[in-house]
């Protein structure tokens, strides 16, 4: 049943953010922040314990809490948006690399993960991040998320996956996954491109003519 629900919300919402993470962004960053916090708390709880992936109350109510705080977070603020949007789309890019390569799942899949985050989060808080890079970003991040949604609900991946390192493994890696992944990344890309007005901005200006709000003004 877990595996169905976090499917159908992976699909969701990696779909809005692929197609509409730029033309949105005002409510599509804290989306995808809700999202993330949320499989980061649940994360926490389960490589602390031995109960799994989602198994416990204790995970979900974690997931949910951790979840929240990163939405609203992102909501109120351009810097703390932009943070979350780009770290977890980087750890989503990076770790999904070294699975398409057959990493085997370890420390090595995360260190990656963590250093894409760390350094897409550094660029784009560094300078002033032209609109077109969260968008093809975003998109390569959304159709991570769809693709791994569709293979939680053909039963390909399952949730208690998430804390196996032999999730590579089991993978089917068959060339349509990645098939499936270019299209909707190159459709999203082309989707939100249309909207060529708004590219022309840096993604702070676009927030803040969307009304958010900023940690410091410039």
């Known amino acids: 049943m877990q595996d169905t629900v976090i499917g159908i919300v992976a699909i969701a919402v990696g779909a809005l953010f692929c197609f509409r993470g730029f033309i949105a962004l005002r409510l599509m960053i804290p989306l995808w922040g809700t999202f993330a916090g949320f499989m980061l708390g649940a994360g926490l709880v389960a490589n602390a314990g031995d109960g799994g992936f989602l198994r416990t109350g204790l995970a979900w109510a974690v997931g949910l809490g951790v979840g929240t705080v990163f939405g609203l977070l992102a909501y109120l603020y351009y810097e703390v948006s932009i943070v979350l949007a780009m770290a977890s789309i980087g750890f989503a890019l990076g770790t999904g690399a070294m699975v398409a390569l057959g990493v085997s799942w370890s420390w ?5 993960g963590v250093v894409f985050a ?27 998320a769809i693709v791994g949604g569709v293979m939680l609900l053909a039963g390909v991946l399952e949730t ?3 804390t196996s390192e032999y999730v590579t493994q089991r993978l089917d890696d068959s060339w349509w996954w990645y098939g499936l992944y270019l299209v909707l ?8 491109s249309a909207h060529a007005d708004r590219l022309r901005a840096s993604v702070r200006t676009s927030w803040v003519d969307a009304g958010g709000a900023e940690l410091r003004r410039h």
């Open 108 to 112: 090595l899949i995360i260190l990656v």
């Open 118 to 144: 760390v350094v897409l989060a550094s660029v784009a808080i560094a300078g002033d991040l032209p609109g077109f890079v969260l968008l093809v970003l975003g998109a390569m991040g959304g159709a991570t």
């Open 160 to 162: 208690s996956d998430f």
């Open 185 to 192: 990344a190159i459709v999203g890309i082309a989707v939100q």
